[in-house]
């Protein structure tokens, strides 16, 4: 018998008549974005229409139109006998709660008092799904994990296990190690034109541990941030644990709208983008909106976090620069990663602060967690210094122009009746927009069924998107994986 | 010309003539606190008594007292034509802020916008000294780094860089290596008596990345905790960074005094010990109080974090199970590190969570930092598999027994009218307690004067102590060094 979803832990549902949304619009966004962060599990049962109209107040038609909508879209299944229940097959990578019962729940024990951001911060996409599914091709995020030179790497590592742990065995900076910063600062300055001193770079635990460090110092709890939409998810996630105040701005062919964010919210404290390719549209910020956005900073003097991911990556154009090379008010903080160049589960990023940030990020930063693992730090250092680094970047550039322009290929022969692809000039993934009015959760879902990983683009908006989109990254995937998996996804989205 | 402190650049100082603490003395706490904190900085002129007296409406004879108090203990200086200034003569270590005039006020920009923690923060003693101090004898948290198997460590490092890593390259399980979180749950099973699956387990970076996580995941912002006083800065620093509010609990010589919480906050939120070795005091809890304790949290909804930070070597008693053994409510969370069996920069500890709590702390870690660098919990889980952790553990227990007989009989020999020395059953460190009306940052300073490192316990309390107190080290501290530090010491504290 299906668990039938009660009162006491259904997710709470209100709607607003005042709205310009139609209220079984609005019931439909609420159910659809319960299940998907797994508030409502699988196989829950849902109130008859009737019984969920009497409560919150609205017509049955209301209710009866929104349930059609999920039955139509596959969110709900429906049987004689049975009522109406959350489906059963919508797939793990898109319910980003489907572990999100808590464990108190599960074992009876009453709500236990938690801080207030946790509730949340379980409806915002995280990389948990990575540990659930196997390496489908087009995963995001992924780096041509198959490429590194892993030999050389581990040579890199063992010779700094054996030499210097004694000598670096007890506490060490909180900035990280400077040999490191000195050479991140000279790489950083030659290929993305970032202007600053070692001392400026903190080492930290990728790009989330810099977002999360600059959100904690930079901002405070209930004050507004802009946000890219659709948007990093990490992102959106540190601001959200942070406290503060998301306000979703849109992004169009040139980036962050900048004169969209006056409107919204003239007096966040921060904004969060990544113009040299947008994640997840692809897109590089025009230089036009690039001083829009630095004019608006320092008019009321708030911070930019600049997410330059995976801009290492260049194929075509002259290489745009950092929008930090073109600060001259001191507002930008620089955020890079070495989860692309290198793999993700080493766990380096860093950030570049405007110098009189340092100080306060450093006094945040001792209390979270002192600094960074040494030794890696160390072997990254000689990686660099020895010219390793600069040449697997040449090396990888070469093989994910490839895949790209394959990807691209394909994708036009098969899907292009259906996605309309666009193709960046730097990174690991590219967009393929879908027609509007289809739903990319659904087109997700159906990749997803025949083992292909795309990202649906609605589940990085933070509010609905007017045209929904798959995210494929191509980097992690070889010529015959790229090949394969764009056949069987052209199959699978011939049922939308 | 010196500096001279103006009224917008002098911390607030606002008495309370209601406080059973008299005037003299509420004015001599806050000017002392200021010069640690260096929000007073070395070299600033402070106002006449007559002026001081004057702005904060009190007799001249309550500022003119405070002042030479001050002067006697060598915190402020005076010269004919000068006026007071605060003395250049505290050494880096005692003044936390010492470098904490931000790069922002150096280079002249107005007030950056920084979030509210910031500015207390820095009011907390840190680990950063430790950068900027050679290693002198008795330097705290620092285990025998001289003894440590590094070229062992080294083999099972290089063994999994050359092996493994391209296994384990994409991102990995928030909660860290699962065989590592079996070995880790084994091990606290026997050894401290924890109740506990690998489930329950979350790796974090170090003691202070699991405090920052638990903090952030169990307490809001602006919410109260009860915290040891005296206790671990690291610990304090965690709690103002998440904004919320300590409050300071006296410990005896049973441990926390449970009743003293319940008269100064009954409703705490979440309560901060270190019962199986107190830091900095050594107590270890009585049972009574423990049960107190978890009486407490029951009864109240109350979280306890049982910080155990160095109980893996327990000389002698039967070995009293953690706090967390006694827990029938899941109110506990049980936190361990590796910085003292290994060393810490290695930066790898855990925290055992109730069942509850997990997925909580995992959202939150999510976005915190996703997971810990892989290569150092492959290799440590292959350690402890091996036996390699219980053997060191051994051997490692022989010698700070030695260490610690040593540094009892050296201190009782050398320093016994003034230190009164107490011997804990466990750990790495011990405190000698200096008479009454002896102020310990005197005595630290005159031992920091001649290159030895002991910690002036009143540094780590959040109030004033009826008693001040030196922490001594002797883990990291050879024979040779214990005898010599305590001659040196002996020789120099005669200055009091």
Known sequence: MPKRATPSDRPEISLDASQPVPLYKQ???????????????????????????????????TTALAYELLLLEGYLESRVG??????????????????TRTPAEAAGVANPHLASHVRPLRDVPNLEFVEETAG????????????????????????????????????????????????IAAHIGI???????????????????????????????????????????????????????????????????????????????????????????????????RLELLEWADEVGAWILEDDYDSEFRFSGRPLEALQALDRSNRVVYIGTFSKVFFPSLRLGYLVAPPALVEPLLTTRRFVDVHVPILEQLALADFIHEGHFAR????????????????????????????DVFVPEAGMQLVGWLRPGIDDVRAATLADEVGVMVLPLSRAGLEPLPRGGLLFGFAGTDEEGIRNGVRTLAAALERL
Not at 84 to 96: E, K
Not at 141 to 161: E, K
Not at 170 to 175: E, H, P, R, V
């Open 191 to 289: 290929s993305r034109g970032v202007r600053c001193t070692a001392e400026q770079i903190i080492v930290t635990t990728g790009t989330q541990g810099a977002l999360d460090l600059a959100m904690r110092t930079l901002i405070d709890s209930g004050e507004a941030a802009w946000l890219e939409n659709p948007g990093y998810f990490g992102a959106h996630g540190a601001l959200v644990l942070r406290g503060a105040r998301p306000i979703p701005v849109p992004v169009d062919r040139h980036g962050l709208d900048v004169d969209a964010g006056r409107r919204r919210c003239p007096h966040a404290r921060l904004a969060v983008t990544s113009p040299s390719h947008q994640y997840p549209t692809g897109v590089t910020m025009s230089l036009g909106r």
């Open 392 to 419: 697997h970047l040449r090396r990888m550039l070469q093989h994910y122009a490839r895949r790209r322009d394959l990807l691209r290929r394909e994708l036009r022969t098969h899907l292009g009746g259906l996605l």
């Open 136 to 183: 489908g091709p087009f995963r995001g995020g992924q780096p041509a994990l198959d490429l590194f030179p892993y030999d050389l790497w581990a040579r890199l590592i063992a010779r700094r296990a054996r030499r210097s742990m004694s000598e670096y065995a007890y506490y060490q900076s909180a900035a990280g190690f400077l040999p490191l910063r000195e050479a």
């Open 27 to 61: 019931l439909y966004e609420r159910l659809r974005g319960a299940i998907l962060a797994g508030q409502l599990p699988r196989g829950a049962r849902l109130p008859s229409t009737r019984t969920l109209a009497a409560e919150l107040g609205v017509s049955r038609s």
């Open 82 to 99: 049975r009522g109406t229940t959350v489906s059963r097959t919508i797939p793990a990578v898109l319910v980003n709660g489907s572990a």
